[in-house]
Every structure is written in structure tokens, then in C-alpha cells.
T-cell receptor, first 112, second 111 residues
Framework: SAVISQKPSRDICQRGTSLTIQCQVD?????MFWYRQQPGQSLTLIAT?????????ESGFVIDKFPISRPNLTFSTLTVSNMSPEDSSIYLC?????????FGPGTRLTVT | QKEVEQDPGPLSVPEGAIVSLNCTYS??????FMWYRQYSRKGPELLMY????GNKEDGRFTAQVDKSSKYISLFIRDSQPSDSATYLC???????????FGTGTLLAVQP
């Protein structure tokens, strides 16, 4: 399994601002995934990030709100833009495939 | 209707008990079934995965899949206080890498 780190581990932000979350993996991987975990709700895939191409977003998530970068095979960033209190959530990155995905520790975001 | 349903609990059991955690699903295309354990303020940790129907055992953990009933289970034998966590089921049809998760069941094992 891969070792995944995320920065920051938590943050409190004001509405209208943006936060960039970093995800670092200890090995080269083709695909990285970004999920959101809201209180009382299931983990939901935001987008899939492949190195060298545009991220693929799931229904309900748009690039303007959640821009993603994937500059190399071990690193990705997710930006939460123009934040509102509804964006308060845990954001997680993961790597793997259809049946073995490994998750980072998550970034706990609170928007006030 | 959600694609995956999971009883949120909380479920409280005494140490040593057998725990049964369950999920139901509606999409017959799901082929891969996973169980994750998530401790408080940590990321989900993959416990085990099963392909199609059948059982899979790993130590004190047994995963069961009944595709005819669209029902999966995770059994924990001789439960320990260290098993106290949220357990998430997840599924995938195999055509993409998108996992569909249940909401998780909070388990507390009392010493």
C-alpha cells in the first residue's frame, strides 16, 4: 500500500476565500482521487486526477469551484474556491484502482 | 434512493462479542465490495475486498457478499476495544475506479 500525506491537516477559513490542499504519495501513481466526506454523509468522489491531463469531475462538482493540479506522478492539489459554510467538510485524496484504494489522513476544513 | 445503504448505528457491544455490519445496494453492476475502517480524525483504512459473491476471511474479519440479495456483511469475531471505529462499505462496478460508499456504521466495543 502507498503512504499518503496531506497538508494542511485542518484549517479554519472565512467565507469567500480559497484553500489549496496538497496530497503527496511515496510512490509514482497514475491516478489520484479527491473525495469529500461531509458529516453524516458518505464519502463522495469529487474528481479523478491523471498526470498530464485535465481532471475528470463527477456530477455536481465543477472545475471553477474545485480546480485540481497534477504536476507529477506523486503530487496533486485540490483548491476549494470562494468558500461558503457548506464547504465545511473533510477532504481526502486517495490512490489505487477499482478495488484497492488507499486514503490520506484527510484535511478538515471549517468555513466560517 | 441511495445506491448503497448502511445503518449508521451507533452499535455498542461488549468486548469479545461477534459484530455484524451490513450494507445493501441497488446497482446490480457492482462487482467489487470493500470494507474500510476509519478511526476518529484519520483517513479510511482498507480492511478487505471481495470480488463478486462469496466469503473472504482475514484473521478475525470475515466479509460476505450475497449478490442475489444485494447484501454484504462484515463479521468481526472476538471484538476488541481497538476495533472501535467507523466501518464503511464501498463498492465498484469495475468499469471505472469510482468507489460508492455507504455512510458508515459507528462501532464501540466496551471493555
Amino acid at each position: 500500500s502507498a503512504v499518503i500525506s496531506q497538508k494542511p491537516s485542518r484549517d479554519i477559513c472565512q467565507r469567500g476565500t480559497s484553500l489549496t490542499i496538497q496530497c503527496q504519495v511515496d510512490s509514482q501513481v497514475t491516478m489520484m482521487f479527491w473525495y469529500r466526506q461531509q458529516p453524516g454523509q458518505s464519502l463522495t468522489l469529487i474528481a479523478t486526477a491523471n498526470q498530464g491531463s485535465e481532471a475528470t469531475y463527477e456530477s455536481g462538482f465543477v472545475i471553477d469551484k474545485f480546480p485540481i493540479s497534477r504536476p507529477n506522478l506523486t503530487f496533486s492539489t485540490l483548491t476549494v474556491s470562494n468558500m461558503s459554510p457548506e464547504d465545511s467538510s473533510i477532504y481526502l485524496c486517495s490512490v489505487g484502482g477499482a478495488y484497492e484504494q488507499y486514503f490520506g489522513p484527510g484535511t478538515r476544513l471549517t468555513v466560517t | 434512493q441511495k445506491e448503497v445503504e448502511q445503518d449508521p448505528g451507533p452499535l455498542s457491544v461488549p468486548e469479545g462479542a461477534i459484530v455484524s455490519l451490513n450494507c445493501t445496494y441497488s446497482n446490480s453492476a457492482f462487482q467489487y465490495f470493500m470494507w474500510y475502517r476509519q478511526y476518529s480524525r484519520k483517513g479510511p483504512e482498507l480492511l478487505m475486498y471481495t470480488y463478486s459473491s462469496g466469503n473472504k476471511e482475514d484473521g478475525r474479519f470475515t466479509a460476505q457478499v450475497d449478490k442475489s440479495s444485494k447484501y454484504i456483511s462484515l463479521f468481526i469475531r472476538d471484538s476488541q476495544p481497538s476495533d472501535s471505529a467507523t466501518y464503511l462499505c464501498a463498492m465498484n462496478g469495475g468499469a471505472t475506479n469510482k468507489l460508492i460508499f455507504g455512510t458508515g456504521t459507528l462501532l464501540a466495543v466496551q471493555p
